[in-house]
């Protein structure tokens, strides 16, 4: 069974770098896309991004200048970091996997199938 | 962006109903979407993917169809567990795009 146990500061204030960090335990770590997604309270989900099975990143271009998505394939954990947050990067916060269709060497992402718990991430000064 | 519309944006409806949601890509996507179920203070659990096959361990009375640029969610029978909000996702094309959620209430 795949879970995914996420971790990171809750409360922040203006200008400060958020960051999150993701443990997968159950299955294998490769293969799969990496993702993070964002809900503000009583709002929708937003895709953040996401890094793929050969360490390739994939960014949502409304966040791309001040996210960064990383892997430690030897603890099987993937983190983000947010830069220069403002009280509108208020939201819970979740990593999730992401199955991956192969094409040879290429790889497409397909649906995300895992989530972590979430956890609200406040940006306050 | 690939932009996903869903309808209606909520409803209401009681045990034993047939329920329909909708979600319309603004480009051809294929079959390259999942629907999510989201109860209040949980993470989304995927339901449905490649636009109509069903998650394992999900009941069979949610369905999906579609293809191209218009999808369909279908709960045929309403049951209490089922009250909450639904999401479609594009996977087609980066950057991924959710639907606005259909909140699902009780009449």
């Known amino acids: 069974q795949v879970q995914l146990q996420q971790w990171g500061a809750e409360l922040l204030k203006p200008s400060q770098t958020l960051s999150l960090t993701c443990a997968v335990y159950g299955g294998s770590f490769s293969d799969y896309y990496w993702t993070w997604i964002r809900q503000p309270p009583g709002k929708g989900l937003e895709w953040i991004g996401e890094v793929g099975p050969r360490g390739r990143t994939y960014y949502n271009p409304s966040l791309k200048s001040r996210v960064t998505i990383s892997t430690d394939t030897s603890k099987n954990q993937f983190s983000l970091k947010l830069t220069s947050v403002t009280a509108a990067d208020t939201a819970v916060y979740y990593c999730?996997?992401?199955?991956?269709?192969?094409?040879?060497?290429?790889?497409?992402?397909?649906?995300?199938?895992?989530w972590g718990q979430g956890m609200l991430v406040t940006v306050s000064s | 962006d690939i932009q996903m519309t869903q309808s209606p944006s909520s409803l209401s409806a009681s045990v034993g109903d047939r329920v329909t949601i909708t979600c319309r890509a603004s480009?051809?996507?294929?079959?390259?979407l999942g629907w999510y179920q989201q109860k209040p203070g949980k993470a989304p659990k995927l339901l449905i993917y490649?636009?109509?096959s069903l998650q394992s361990g999900v009941p069979s009375r949610f369905s999906g169809s579609g293809s191209g640029t218009e999808f369909t969610l279908t709960i045929s029978s309403l049951q209490p567990e089922d009250f909450a909000t639904y999401y479609c996702l594009q996977y087609n094309t980066y950057p991924l795009t959710f639907g606005q959620g259909t909140r699902v209430e009780i009449k």
């Open positions: 480009q051809v996507i294929r079959n390259d």
């Open positions: 999730a996997r992401g199955q991956a269709q192969s094409f040879g060497e290429l790889f497409a992402p397909r649906e995300i199938d895992y």
């Open positions: 490649v636009a109509s």
